[in-house]
């Protein structure tokens, strides 16, 4: 345990110490448990260990899973996925009576290695900070480098922004907090919490620019710029 922790074994015995005295614990994990090859079997041994100690059921202990924020969480939920499924793709097909491509896409690493290989020109980032959370972050800022233009759309300036492609474009855009007024009124999205409920959020602060759009109609501005309607 402590080779693989990288913890002393007194470090180990005293959180042991700690969590067998209190009287009520949470065990919170966040995407490094949920993404690691080893993550339901892992999941479920903290789950044991809750109900071991009897931790769970009772007024302030349990499990929380933190499941990212709310726009990681919803893209899945709306079904963007690097390898969506056969059954989505139908669907969306039926609904808005168009023709999906069927191609599979990149997940995050297999999108920096195409970087590297010169096989992905162009990257266009909704927020996130890749360069600083990627793993690797040599390597990934190397893989931004060999682009020929990368794109951030973004609420704020982070790291990312300062390892940039041939040519390079910062976006920004309205943050969940800042209304955005449209001729059809005030414009909601949705924002799904660690517990899978689905909420409309509404801005209220002014943005700072009459200019500021929203990463939605940022990218169907995209959309109808290289497609058409």
Same mark, same amino acid.
């Given at each position: 345990?402590?080779?693989?922790?990288?913890?002393?074994?007194?470090?180990?015995?005293?959180?042991?110490?700690?969590?067998?005295?209190?009287?009520?614990?949470?065990?919170?994990?966040?995407?490094?448990?949920?993404?690691?090859?080893?993550?339901?079997?892992?999941?479920?041994?903290?789950?044991?260990?809750?109900?071991?100690?009897?931790?769970?059921?009772? %007024?302030? &202990?349990? *499990?929380?899973?933190?499941?990212? #924020?709310? +726009?990681?969480?919803? =893209? @899945?939920?709306? /079904?963007?996925?690097?390898?969506? %499924?056969? &059954?989505? *793709?139908?669907?969306?097909?039926? #609904?808005? +009576?168009?023709?999906? =491509? @069927?191609?599979? /896409?990149?997940?995050?690493?297999?999108?920096?290695?195409?970087?590297?290989?010169?096989?992905?020109?162009?990257?266009?980032?909704?927020?996130?900070?890749?360069?600083?959370?990627?793993?690797?972050?040599?390597?990934?800022?190397?893989?931004?480098?060999?682009?020929?233009?990368?794109?951030?759309?973004?609420?704020?300036?982070?790291?990312?922004?300062?390892?940039?492609?041939?040519?390079?474009?910062?976006?920004?855009?309205?943050?969940?907090?800042?209304?955005?007024?449209?001729?059809?009124?005030?414009?909601?999205?949705?924002?799904?919490?660690?517990?899978?409920?689905?909420?409309?959020?509404?801005?209220?602060?002014?943005?700072?620019?009459?200019?500021?759009r929203s990463e939605t109609a940022i990218v169907c501005g995209i959309a109808d710029a290289?497609?058409?309607?």
């Amino acid at each position: 345990i402590t080779a693989q922790s990288g913890l002393s074994e007194t470090q180990l015995r005293q959180a042991a110490a700690t969590y067998q005295g209190a009287e009520r614990v949470i065990c919170t994990w966040a995407m490094g448990v949920t993404q690691h090859k080893h993550s339901i079997a892992t999941v479920r041994e903290i789950t044991n260990l809750q109900l071991l100690f009897g931790q769970l059921g009772k %007024p302030g &202990a349990g *499990l929380c899973p933190v499941r990212g #924020h709310s +726009n990681v969480q919803g =893209n @899945r939920t709306m /079904g963007i996925d690097e390898k969506s %499924p056969k &059954a989505l *793709l139908d669907s969306l097909e039926r #609904h808005f +009576n168009f023709t999906a =491509n @069927r191609a599979l /896409g990149h997940n995050t690493v297999e999108a920096i290695e195409a970087m590297l290989r010169g096989e992905v020109k162009v990257l266009i980032a909704l927020g996130g900070n890749l360069a600083a959370a990627a793993p690797d972050t040599e390597r990934t800022a190397r893989a931004l480098r060999n682009c020929d233009l990368t794109v951030h759309i973004s609420t704020k300036l982070n790291r990312s922004h300062l390892v940039t492609g041939k040519d390079a474009l910062i976006l920004p855009t309205l943050g969940r907090t800042e209304l955005d007024m449209q001729a059809s009124g005030s414009q909601y999205i949705t924002v799904e919490d660690s517990f899978s409920m689905v909420h409309a959020s509404e801005g209220i602060g002014k943005p700072l620019a009459d200019t500021q759009r929203s990463e939605t109609a940022i990218v169907c501005g995209i959309a109808d710029a290289v497609l058409g309607t």
